[in-house]
């Protein structure tokens, strides 16, 4: 991997959870315009350690971090760190696709709004774009003052990528984006993630291993909050180093 | 072998039928419980209403008393309600909202909390007189509110406070979890998240618990009798440092101080009628709203 292409350089990094270390001393780089997946088995460490790469845990009171994660070669840990910036910055899409109760059109306003935007030109023009880019504006053009609730589930969760790219982040964490929507869905988003990689920097982490496969470029596998291999996900998926990597991709566990 | 089947079958129809009867005996046990509480309330509203309906007419409501209140409407004492709630709600629902807020978002779990906690459920737990008496001791004596407008307003706002936080703490903590994260994870603060996404959410819980708080204090005798009601005013207060009558000093009044009492009766049973269907009336708001938002809320 190219040392200076690394969007996110993770080193020594560890995350507790008060006494339990959930995330145990993990090294790795996140190149930029790149997917990378993150695999392994419910309470491996990682959607943990996604969360740690916009300071998501923060809200978890209990959280601690040792090690450094840096972004642009700055420590995101530090503690003058600033972390509206860094959210701003790398924006989240979780599971449960959670538009806002609001219209379609507030909802992708919301971060630009907030960032003190009010010119309604401005905004509209900041919100067509990230609908265009979510794939979504064909569908909704019509309905941006009807609930972003009344959508359905894949056209929620474009709808809450659409809000984050409203902001231009450079990277996107997605925390099991599809695993709560029905398989034609599943491949809008995939194909959407295929084509935002242009232009942004996606990290994703994902129960299902043909998801990880189709769409990454590296893939990392995690198992009981340690990183057990990193690399091409062509070679972690024809040929991993690891015999754990191995047993999980050929589902002996799970 | 039929036979015996059969046999078989009637003696299990049999005991089933007894399990039925047991069963049925308590439910309608049950069922008459149930009912009794029902009943109570139709029986206070018939005869409340049945005393009351007939003196009820616009002048009722649009008139002042005349001739040492035997005569004449209780224009002045809907008035001093109306305002009474008014000016508690205006000082309740910034000073609820704000401690709801603090309990629901900032607070750390710890002694301090602790104590605010415990001190905000032995407040609601506080008889009403004992307010009352606070706000004699503090507003009308200490700060020289006098018997006002002013001094029973904020003694009512202390009253109802403790309900009002709890209702606005409750409807700021349904919000979901998701929300909130989607808020930070666009880079918002903290204190936008809440100003943007969180109190919009609750706000239509958190005027529900307003309007049933309205209910509450509106109907409240005690802590008013010793700060702002008086037992005659000639109309409408002009400012907020004088008493004002209000509908359940009125009816005590009436019932028990008056030089008239029996030549007050259909007055008494007609305020009594006018207070019921307003505190009725605003308890069906907010009821209404409420049932009107869960349909509405899709998460």
Excluded at chain 2, 129 to 154: E, H, I, K, Q, Y
Excluded at chain 2, 240 to 251: C, G, K, N, Q, S
Aim: proline share 5%.
């Amino acid at each position: 991997m190219v040392e200076k292409n690394a969007l996110f350089e993770i080193r020594n990094f560890s995350i507790h959870y008060g006494d339990f270390l959930a995330v145990k001393n993990v090294t790795v780089n996140i190149e930029a315009h790149k997917i990378t997946a993150i695999i392994g088995p419910s309470g491996c460490g990682k959607s943990t350690l996604l969360r740690a790469l916009n300071r998501m845990n923060d809200l978890i009171v209990t959280a601690w971090v040792e090690g450094e994660a840096l972004f642009h070669e700055v420590n995101i840990y530090h503690k003058d760190a600033d972390v509206i910036e860094l959210r701003k910055r790398v924006g989240m899409v979780f599971q449960k696709p959670n538009p806002f109760p609001n219209s379609v059109y507030e909802n992708v306003a919301y971060g630009p709004k907030i960032r003190g935007i009010k010119k309604k030109s401005q905004l509209d023009e900041i919100v067509e774009n990230a609908l265009v880019r979510a794939d979504l504006w064909k569908e909704v053009k019509d309905k941006l003052n009807e609930s972003g609730m009344s959508l359905s589930g894949g056209q929620m969760q474009r709808l809450c990528i659409a809000r984050s790219l409203a902001q231009e982040p450079e990277v996107l964490l997605f925390d099991e984006p599809t695993s709560a929507l029905d398989p034609i869905s599943t491949a809008n988003i995939e194909n959407l993630l295929q084509e935002l990689q242009k232009t942004v920097t996606i990290v994703i982490v994902t129960h299902n291993m043909q998801q990880a496969a189709r769409i990454s470029k590296y893939t990392s596998f995690m198992y009981l909050g340690e990183l057990v291999e990193f690399g091409d996900t062509d070679t972690i998926f024809v040929n991993p180093r690891n015999k754990l990597t191995e047993e999980y991709i050929t589902g002996r566990f799970g | 072998m039929s036979a015996d089947r059969e046999k078989q079958d009637t003696f299990d129809l049999i005991r089933k039928k007894r399990i039925d009867l047991k069963q049925g005996f308590f439910l309608n046990l049950m069922r008459t419980m149930g009912f009794t509480g029902a009943f109570i309330l139709l029986a206070i509203l018939f005869f409340v209403a049945y005393n009351g309906i007939h003196i009820l007419s616009w002048e009722f409501i649009t008139q002042p008393p005349v001739d040492a209140m035997t005569k004449g409407g209780i224009f002045p004492v809907i008035i001093g309600t109306i305002l009474l709630t008014f000016f508690c709600m205006l000082v309740v629902i910034p000073i609820g909202v704000t401690t709801a807020i603090f309990l629901a978002e900032y607070s750390k779990p710890g002694v301090l909390l602790k104590m605010v906690m415990m001190s905000i459920y032995t407040l609601a737990g506080v008889p009403s007189v004992v307010f009352g008496l606070f706000g004699l001791a503090v507003f009308v004596v200490a700060f020289n509110f006098g018997m006002s407008l002013l001094a029973g307003s904020l003694t009512l706002a202390i009253t109802v406070l403790p309900y009002i936080i709890s209702t606005s703490e409750e409807s700021l903590k349904a919000v979901p979890y998701s929300f909130k994260e989607a808020s930070l994870a666009c880079g918002a603060t903290k204190w936008q998240t809440i100003r943007k996404v969180i109190v919009p959410t609750a706000m239509p819980g958190i005027l529900t618990g307003a309007i049933l708080g309205t209910a509450k204090v509106a109907g409240e005798t005690a802590p008013i009798m010793f700060t702002a009601a008086a037992f005659f005013t000639p109309g409408v207060p002009r400012s907020l440092l004088e008493p004002v009558m209000a509908l359940p000093y009125h009816i005590y009044v009436l019932a028990t101080a008056g030089t008239h009492i029996d030549e007050t009766r259909p007055i008494q049973y007609g305020t009594a009628l006018t207070l019921i269907v307003l505190v009725l009336g605003m308890n069906l708001l907010g009821i209404i709203l409420r049932s009107r938002q869960r349909k509405k809320r899709s998460w």
